[in-house]
């Protein structure tokens, strides 16, 4: 059996049958959403079959399942990065399980660097493209014709346009705009955040697009949105750090607990 077929019984036998169609991968300091949680169900990765459990602190290290706003949803409290093991495909087994339980469409949360003075740290930036400037790619080694994935609208443009309205609503400021993924775990140098900038980035950060990639691969919907932490190095005077980055973080994610409640509530 495979890693995501057994990973799909366990969830299973924790949580039930019934199918989950909305899974949530939460980014750094932004773990806040599973506490909005009903009939909560709480899976350890370390209970689920080759799930990284990832080394990052303010990363969770499980997964929830539950009912938000009305619908079933898992939640992916902490990820993997490219840079903890040098593998651009290090969420693909977590991403398989979550489609062999029903998903149909992945919402993903980041926290990152801004490269534009509107939007700064504290406000969230609503993913409509990618750049992946780390040239690797999640789907190298898989053989199958599927890995010729189309990138137009990868992140699905009637979601985009929903959590728009919904911020709107709401009174979010919620900007859309590109975003780079760097390697990590070094911060980028200031001339590579002039570069980024140059190529047509809005924001930097060192996850999601594999998963992105993934997410398109498997067939599943994608939304994404980053909670802007810091401006990019050399853009501002403040001190890029990790610390710097969670603390930061908990600013962006009330908005972004609002916004992520209504939209799955309408998903
Ligand atoms: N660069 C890359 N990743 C990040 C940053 C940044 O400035 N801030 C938060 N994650």
């Known amino acids: 059996m495979s890693a995501a077929k057994a990973n799909a019984e366990i969830i299973k036998d924790h949580a039930g049958s019934e199918p ?3 899974a949530l991968v939460l980014g750094s300091g ?3 959403v599973g506490d909005l949680l009903d009939n909560r169900v709480e899976i350890p990765y370390e209970d689920l079959v080759d799930f990284p459990t990832g080394g990052v602190s303010g990363h969770g290290k499980s997964l ?14 902490g990820r993997a990065h490219y840079y903890e ?7 693909r087994v977590p991403l398989e399980s979550m489609r062999e339980i029903g998903v149909k469409t992945l919402l993903l949360t980041n926290s990152a660097g801004s490269l534009e003075k509107d939007i700064p740290p504290g406000e969230l930036m609503m993913i409509s493209d990618h750049i992946n400037y780390n040239g690797q790619n999640p789907l190298i080694g898989e053989p199958t014709d599927n890995r010729f994935v189309n990138m137009v609208d990868a992140y699905d443009p009637q979601l985009r346009k929903q959590a728009l309205a919904i911020a709107d609503e709401l009174w979010l400021t919620v900007k859309e705009g590109i975003y780079a993924w760097y390697s990590g775990p070094s911060f980028e ?5 002039r570069m980024i900038k140059g190529f047509g980035a809005n924001a930097v950060g060192m996850s999601t ?3 992105a990639i993934l997410a398109r691969f498997l067939g599943m919907r994608v939304w994404a949105c ?13 001190n890029i750090s990790h610390q710097h980055t969670k603390e930061m973080a908990l600013k962006g994610a ?7 409640e209504r939209l799955v509530g309408e998903l």
């Open 20 to 22: 989950v169609e909305v």
């Open 30 to 32: 932004l773990s806040g």
């Open 64 to 77: 929830l399942v539950g009912t938000l706003n009305g619908k079933r949803i898992a939640i992916l409290t």
């Open 85 to 91: 093991e040098g593998r651009a495909n290090i969420m």
């Open 189 to 193: 140098t200031p001339a590579e955040i």
């Open 209 to 211: 697009v594999p998963e």
């Open 226 to 238: 980053s909670s802007i932490t810091n401006m990019g190095a050399g853009l501002s005077d403040e």
């Open 254 to 260: 009330k908005k972004l607990e609002q916004l992520l």
